[in-house]
């Protein structure tokens, strides 16, 4: 056996779309509640001016809006049911390994928001184990160890033969690769965020732009006859 554990956001799933579907609910609850016209749109656009995690703030500076009605808008963002579904080339990833692998997921975030993701894409039966940290605690987010050691402990795997596929270098990968894990790091265009790299030690093993290319990587990795399909089925 050996064992995959991904990442959510910017792995699985844009989280540029659900930043989009958060702000565009959170701009109908303004336009309901202030009369002020494509709120949604205008949030969205802060966003992609580059704003990251003061995205209220600025649009609430633009039309002078009372500001303490921003921490319930927060609420109203991290609750609501996103509209996201999964990049093209993770289902079918998903599907070959399914019942080949033991398959987990590692999600950080506040755990109102990864539930609801989750809830969205129906993604926990896909699974073997998802760890929401935040569950766990605060304390529990990557890089503590705590995820990682639950997914070697439940797959009952070596650390050679578990795997991190991930999209942050900042947290993803430092632990996994101290604890003797494979890494891989998927680099998104349409990542929401950049990640500087702290030290090579954060570094991912190998760096993908997608997910297409991680059968092959785990074929070469596990050369086991049978064990890695070559390609996602119907796929190709
Ligand atoms: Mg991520």
Redesign the pocket.
């Known amino acids: 056996m050996i064992a995959v554990a991904f ?5 699985l799933m844009s ?1 540029r779309a659900y930043a989009h579907s958060g702000l565009r609910h959170v701009g109908g609850l303004l336009e309901a509640r202030h009369g002020v016209v494509g709120a949604g749109a205008r949030l969205v656009a802060i966003l992609e001016s580059g704003v990251r995690g003061s995205v209220f703030d600025a649009y609430f500076a633009e039309v002078g809006l009372d500001r303490a009605e921003i921490p319930e808008l927060v609420r109203a963002y991290r609750a609501h049911a996103p509209d996201v579904r999964l990049y093209d080339d993770a289902a079918p990833l998903l599907d070959a390994l399914r019942g080949r692998v033991f398959l987990a997921l590692i999600t950080d975030g506040p755990a109102v928001c990864q539930r609801a993701k989750l809830a969205a894409l129906d993604l926990a039966p896909r699974f073997d184990l998802v760890l929401v940290t935040d569950e766990r605690g605060a304390d529990a987010w990557k890089p503590h160890p705590w995820s990682y050691a639950r997914v070697a402990e439940a797959a009952g795997c070596p650390p050679d033969r578990c795997v991190y596929v ?3 270098p900042a947290k ?1 990968f430092v632990t996994p690769r101290a604890l003797g894990w494979r890494t891989a790091r998927v680099c998104r265009a349409d990542r929401l965020r950049e990640h500087p790299t702290a030290s090579p030690a954060h570094e991912a093993e190998v760096t993908l732009t997608g997910l297409d290319g991680l059968l092959p990587l785990l074929g070469g990795w596990f050369p086991e006859p049978g064990l890695i399909p070559r390609v996602p089925a119907g796929t190709r």
């Open positions: 990442d959510l956001d910017d792995t989280e991930g999209d942050n993803d």
